[in-house]
């Protein structure tokens, strides 16, 4: 992914409001002349409003703006706990290497170090409010499908040093308030990949006492809103780790079903 790809692909989403003015304050000039390039139609960045904008230029949009909003997200989650962890940091390399290939791990890494300059510049509160208006924009922006997938890969980065901490758990939910979004989807990508009956119910959002068919209509419903097909505008990258998180869910079901003999 060459800079180009990530710097001219900030549209829609990514042209205003506080994420746009985030990436101008991280990105700095890199980002003024990607914008400056798709407003006069550079056809040698792949801008322009004729051609190739209609589909390629609109879908490198909505992955960079998503690509971007995940690393905003990811740094609050990092610096949730005062500590930037390599196993963290490693979470988010290797999801970046293994989708997109090692020039975007390198430009995410170059990003991301970035927006935590940015954290320790501008202070723990003026941070915490421009992620919370970040927020409010991808709730605006971004469909529940797709802000699922980004809360899935905050629960990723928290659980990459084997422990959980409160502060993580917090600066989860906050994130998730801040999107429009329960406390039972923070609940539920925290404990996807666990091996208990107890974390499986909470995969599900049902408590043990839920009768079979309270299981059945809240997988039903966990099944519509995380099928990879619901976030496939965003590319086959994206769609695979939907998968995994797909698969997961359906390994919870499976886990309680059996419990119960259904």
């Known amino acids: 992914m060459a800079a180009g790809k990530w710097i ?17 304050a991280v990105i700095g000039a890199m ?14 960045r792949g801008g322009g409003r004729s051609g190739v904008y209609g589909a390629e230029s609109v879908y490198e949009g909505q992955r960079n703006s998503f690509l971007f909003a995940m690393l905003v997200l990811v740094s609050y989650i990092i ?25 975007a ?7 991301l170090n970035r927006l935590f300059e940015q954290h320790k510049m501008r202070g723990n509160a003026a941070f915490r409010n421009t992620v919370a208006d970040c927020c409010a924009q991808i709730a605006a922006n971004m469909d529940y499908a797709q802000r699922l997938q980004l809360l ?13 901490v409160q502060a993580e758990v917090e600066a989860i939910r906050e994130c998730a308030a801040w999107m429009q979004m329960p406390p039972s989807d923070v609940d539920s990508m925290l404990n996807l990949g666990g091996n208990s009956l107890e974390a499986a119910y909470k995969v599900l959002g049902v408590p043990p006492t839920a009768t079979d068919d309270e299981v059945r209509r809240a997988y039903r419903k966990l099944a519509l809103e995380h099928h990879p097909d619901r976030v ?24 309680i079903y059996k419990a119960r003999g259904m």
């Open 8 to 24: 001219g692909g900030f549209l829609g989403l990514m042209a205003g409001g506080p994420l746009g003015a985030l990436a101008g």
């Open 31 to 44: 980002f003024d002349y990607g914008i400056d390039s798709v407003n006069t139609g550079d056809a040698s």
């Open 79 to 103: 610096k949730a706990d005062g500590r930037v962890m390599h196993s963290e940091m490693e979470v988010v390399r290797r999801f970046l290497r293994n989708n997109f290939g090692e020039d």
């Open 105 to 111: 791990r390198l430009q995410g890494e170059d990003i």
């Open 152 to 164: 899935n890969l905050l629960a990723l980065v928290a659980k990459a040093d084997g422990t959980v």
């Open 232 to 255: 496939a505008a965003l590319g086959e990258d994206i769609r695979k780790a939907a998968e995994k998180k797909f698969q997961e869910i359906n390994e919870a079901k499976e886990r």
